[in-house]
T-cell receptor
Framework: AQKVTQAQTEISVVEKEDVTLDCVYETRDTTYYLFWYKQPPSGELVFLIRRNSFDEQNEISGRYSWNFQKSTSSFNFTITASQVVDSAVYFCALSEAGSGYSTLTFGKGTMLLVSP | DAGVIQSPRHEVTEMGQEVTLRCKPISGHDYLFWYRQTMMRGLELLIYFNNNVPIDDSGMPEDRFSAKMPNASFSTLKIQPSEPRDSAVYFC??????????????FGEGSRLTVL
């Protein structure tokens, strides 16, 4: 079973629309970290956010916001007023206490295409 | 500051040839990771090092794959002999693990390998 599931393979929106990328994770650890990374067309993965399992507060950073809900094991990512530059593949990832937090397990990614 | 530097960016080779991918991590980072990205399998962790010592190589697909880190500023991933199914983008990433910064990986731009 996948530890990190991103059910949406590809999403297409028009500029200025809001879009939510879903992430569901699975772990037996009570302590863990969740991440989102962005992979633009250039290919390099870029860190966006890290959230630990004890902090369920939602976070907002500009047009980006994250909704962490332990009850549903979800860590969803919303882009408000999307822009063409947001077009990329977005990965959700999990780091567990069991691995000493040393490694990240990535979901398969969601490709977001924002058209003008 | 320079990020993670990988070379070559692109490599096309014929089946059976030896391939060597190179990585220079960010100075001061004590963890180095090699990931492989394919459409079918997404991002897979191949191996990671801590202070130049290989910690977990369970992701290395076969004995044809080997990785070394002779010093803190250089690592190689070698495939010998290469096969068409090795075609993928190989990413190197480094990180500095200090408590709250656990898991924030800095990725290189990747080496796209095509084996004909």
């Amino acid at each position: 079973a996948q530890k990190v599931t991103q059910a949406q393979t590809e999403i297409s929106v028009v500029e200025k629309e809001d879009v939510t990328l879903d992430c569901v994770y699975e772990t037996r650890d009570t302590t863990y970290y969740l991440f989102w990374y962005k992979q633009p067309p250039s290919g390099e993965l870029v860190f966006l956010i890290r959230r630990n399992s004890f902090d369920e507060q939602n976070e907002i950073s500009g047009r980006y916001s994250w909704n962490f809900q332990k009850s549903t094991s979800s860590f969803n990512f919303t882009i408000t007023a999307s822009q063409v530059v947001d077009s990329a593949v977005y990965f959700c990832a999990l780091s567990e206490a069991g691995s000493g937090y040393s490694t990240l397990t990535f979901g398969k990614g969601t490709m977001l295409l924002v058209s003008p | 500051d320079a990020g993670v530097i990988q070379s070559p960016r692109h490599e096309v080779t014929e089946m059976g040839q030896e391939v060597t991918l190179r990585c220079k991590p960010i100075s001061g980072h004590d963890y180095l990771f090699w990931y492989r990205q394919t459409m079918m399998r997404g991002l897979e962790l191949l191996i990671y090092f801590n202070n130049n010592v290989p910690i977990d190589d369970s992701g290395m697909p076969e004995d044809r794959f080997s990785a070394k880190m002779p010093n803190a500023s250089f690592s190689t991933l070698k495939i010998q002999p290469s096969e068409p199914r090795d075609s993928a983008v190989y990413f190197c990433a480094s990180s500095l693990f200090t408590g709250g910064r656990s898991g924030e990986l800095f990725f290189g731009e990747g080496s796209r390998l095509t084996v004909l």
